[in-house]
């Protein structure tokens, strides 16, 4: 004998609840992890606050769409990169040429050449490089390579997730992050030696 | 044939080494000259010290509010 259709009916409606309530814990546990990777995408820390709320706005909006088990941060990121990608925010931020971009010991090179080779040992790389210097040459990259160096190198992701989130193949992941590193080892290159 | 720089060829596996996504054999290739160059040796650490550095000064945390921000969002939903 089956059960009368209001009983059952409520019993669906406590469970879709209790998931739901599940998933929002779950994403707001990585909250301060998805802000992290969103600061670095974005120009300011207003746009990565309204970015992160239109993410979790979405994400709470779609959260039947989510599967349970599944990478949740790269579900997440995923979202704020497409709405970043939706305002147009990157676009704003492009400079029209980039030039190509030095080879892998270019800043090594730089630093040792004005300072010694000791000046490549750790103390001396955080004298040397502010972490103001840093952040500004992160956000001088292109949008295409900081994006994907901003995701693994920052957010921790693996190429496979940064392909997911990015909608790239995986190759075209390893070679914007080569491109991407090397950019910023020449923008800091730029900003700290004169 | 002329003979590649080692040094050269050993900075384009930087990258890679560090990633650990070389093949074996060019694994050994660039421990092999790893052990021998001290200019390449001190430019492999350089790089490692520089990610390190570079995580930890994009780190910036998340601001006072928007935690509360996000928790208001709780309970949207296209369905309702």
């Known amino acids: ?194 | 044939m002329t003979e590649r720089d080692p040094c050269e060829r050993c900075e384009e596996l930087m990258q890679d080494f560090l990633d650990r996504t070389l093949t074996d054999v060019e694994w050994r290739e660039a421990e092999t000259h790893l052990a021998g160059c001290d200019y390449c040796r001190r430019r492999y650490r350089f790089e490692e010290t520089l990610r390190r550095y570079v995580k930890l000064s994009a780190a910036e945390r998340m601001p006072p509010g928007l935690m509360a921000k996000l928790e208001e969002l709780r309970g949207l939903d296209a369905m309702a």
């Open chain 1, 1 to 194: 004998m089956s059960e009368p259709e209001p009983a059952v009916d409520a019993r669906r409606i406590a469970a879709e609840a209790r998931s739901r309530v599940r998933f929002e814990e779950e994403a707001l546990e990585l909250a301060d992890q998805v802000y992290r990777v969103a600061r670095r995408l974005v120009g300011s820390r207003e746009e990565a606050e309204d970015l992160v709320q239109e993410t979790y706005a979405r994400a709470f909006r779609s959260w039947r769409s989510y599967t349970p088990g599944t990478n949740m941060r790269a579900w997440l990121l995923r979202i704020l990169t497409n709405l970043n990608v939706d305002r147009g925010r990157r676009i704003q931020r492009t400079p029209p040429i980039q030039p190509l971009e030095e080879s892998d010991y270019y800043l090594a090179n730089k630093l040792a050449s004005s300072a010694g080779e000791a000046a490549l040992d750790q103390e001396q790389v955080v004298e040397r490089l502010s972490q103001d210097s840093i952040v500004h040459a992160l956000a001088d990259i292109q949008p295409q390579f900081r994006d994907v160096v901003v995701l693994v190198d920052i957010g921790d992701f693996s190429y496979a997730d940064a392909a997911e989130i990015l909608d790239i193949p995986m190759g075209t992941v390893m070679s914007r992050l080569h491109r991407g590193r090397r950019a910023l080892k020449q923008k800091l290159a730029e900003e700290t030696i004169a």
